[in-house]
Each structure stands twice: as structure tokens, then as C-alpha cells.
């Protein structure tokens, strides 16, 4: 497709709740330490929604402070995109309900389900719509609430999800900005999609006595296979947008790759040979907040005026699906 126009990121934001889940909580809870969830993670806090709080919640706090950065108004907007495996309900979409909560109507709304990468799913479709000259302002969010769907008796998942929302704004660019999605990959494998599920709740099992007892609603996650893919599927996403825009690693102004595991980031930027003063990194105050955890990091990273305009930003993240993607920025 040859683009009509090009399209930037105009405005971030992010919102998370204001509990906090400690490694001392954990503690108390499972068979685990501080130690354990800091050397084989890197996190020590994590936010956690409250009873009333949900995805559209802290989708719409996230939305007003990116809308306020962009210089836009609500009724500026002609899409909304939400990445989400946690939404308010099975249907209608979270972005729906958000629509609604911005005082607007009569426009797309829709959720995309593709896991931690959802965000950056999302920000794919909207560059496209954007590009094509049918959207023009498009609000996208990351968003998750896992923690109503962690097993907190199960040492191994419970002490690694935390909740947030990152929300930023696709707009059509002026000719004269430097600044431009430039380029965006999303795949999906899903051969493995056992690794990674919610196995009850939906047509193929429907919640019932028996699933709740069993905890069939709750996340199950086989890490370790998930760490394997994890570099070799961030990696190989990094590898085609870089190549295809005949770009070096070096010329990378900042990396940011999903927040699951320390270790994690660590493999990737060895593999990558990127400097590590250029990866941004925020795990130890956020946990795993899956397709939240870019759009918040990048948020924190402009308002804290590390990120500028003009750096070239490279993305990645991955999960369930296995899905895995990348995108790249001139901020
Ligand atoms: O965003 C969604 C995508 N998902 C991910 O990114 C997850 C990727 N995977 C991971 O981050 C890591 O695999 C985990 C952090 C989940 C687990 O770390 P690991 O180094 O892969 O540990 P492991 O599962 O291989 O388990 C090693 C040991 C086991 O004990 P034994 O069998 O060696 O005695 C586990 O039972 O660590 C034990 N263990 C724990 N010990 C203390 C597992 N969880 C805990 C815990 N505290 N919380």
C-alpha cells in the first residue's frame, strides 16, 4: 500500500492504581522470598486495581492525561484501539465502554486481543488507518487488570502481574515533522498457545462450580518455555524493522521491550549489543502489567524528559498466543 499521509505518536499517558503489592506481601502469601522474585525477576512492587477499579477505569485517567499532551480534546478523536486480555467484560469492548466514559460516539471502537504485545498490535492498525487518510486522531491504549485473574496460591505466576494502563495518541503528521511511526511488526505462532492461557470463562469452558474450584479462570503460564521465545521472538522482530530500514543498532536512541523478566531485558540487549544505558527499564516499580507495560515505560520515559523529540525509539514485546511484535518511532 503507498501511504497518503504518515502518522506520529502526538501524546502519552499512563495511569495506575494506587495499591501497592509488595515482595514482603508475597511473602506472606507463598513459598517465596524478596530475594527470589528480585534476582530471578528484578521486581520489588507492583500496583494493584481495587475492587471497583476496572480496565476502562484507568484506560480513561491514562486517555485524559494523553489527550492533555497532545493538545487534543475528546471529541478530537475519530478511533479508539484497546489492547487488553483483562477488559471490563468478555463483550462489549473495553473501548466501547471508554467511548462512552470520554462523552463520544458514533466512531470505531475496538479491542484487539493479542496479548503483552497488544499495545503494540493496536499501534500497527492504527498507523495504518491513520496512513490511509481514513482516521486521523486515534487514541490506542495498553491496559491490563491480570491481578482479578492470578492465582495468588500459585508461587510461580502470582508474584509477577501487576495492573496499568498506558494510553498514547496516533495522528496524522504534518509534512514538515521530523516525527513518524516508522515502522511496525506483529506476528503470532500459535502453535504454542497452551503456555500461556485462561483456560476457563470462555466457549471452550465455560465458568461453571467445577472450573472455580479448580481455578481453570485464573492465568497458567509455563515461564521457562516463555523466556526461550521470549528473546528469540523480541530479537527477531527488532532484527526485520531494523533491517528493513537499513538501520544499525547503534543508531537506536532508546530500547523498550516488554517488562516480564529482568533477565529477560538483560538476554535481549547482550543479544542485541545495544548499549545498556539506552534501555529503558521500569519492572522494579510496575511488575508485569503485560500490553501496559510500553505505553507506560514510554510515558515515563518523555515525561521524565529522557525520551526527546527526534530520538528513534525501537520496541518489542511478547505473549500469549505466542504472539510477539516491534515497532519503531521517531519520537
Ligand atoms: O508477559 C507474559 C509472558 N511471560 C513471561 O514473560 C514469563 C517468562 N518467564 C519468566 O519470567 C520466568 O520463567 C519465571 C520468573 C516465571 C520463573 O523463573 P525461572 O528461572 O524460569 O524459574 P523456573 O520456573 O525454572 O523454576 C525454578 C525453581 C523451581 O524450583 P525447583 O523445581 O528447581 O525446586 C520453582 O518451583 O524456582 C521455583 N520457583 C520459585 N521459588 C521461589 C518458582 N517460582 C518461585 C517463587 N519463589 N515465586
Known sequence: ???KYNAKITGTGHFVPEKILTNADLEKMVDTSDEWIRTRTGMSVRHVASKDEAASDLSYHAALKALEAADLKPKDLDMIIVGTISGDHAFPSTACILQKKLGLRNFPAFDISAGCPGWIYAINIAKQFVENGVAQNVLVIGVE????????KDRNTCILF???AGASIISRKEPTDISRIIDSEITADGTHNELLIQEAGGSRMPACKESVKKNLHTLYMEGNKIFK????????MCDIVLKRNNLDVT????????QANMRIIDALGRKMKIDTNKVIVNIEKYGNTSSATIPIALDEAIREGKIRKGDLVLMASFGAGLTSGSLLIRL
Open 1 to 3: 500500500m503507498i501511504a
Open 145 to 152: 487488570i491480570l491481578t482479578k485473574i492470578t492465582n495468588y
Open 162 to 164: 501487576g495492573d496499568g
Open 229 to 236: 521465545f521470549a528473546v528469540k521472538s523480541m530479537y527477531s
Open 251 to 258: 543508531s537506536i536512541d532508546w530500547l523498550i521491550t516488554h
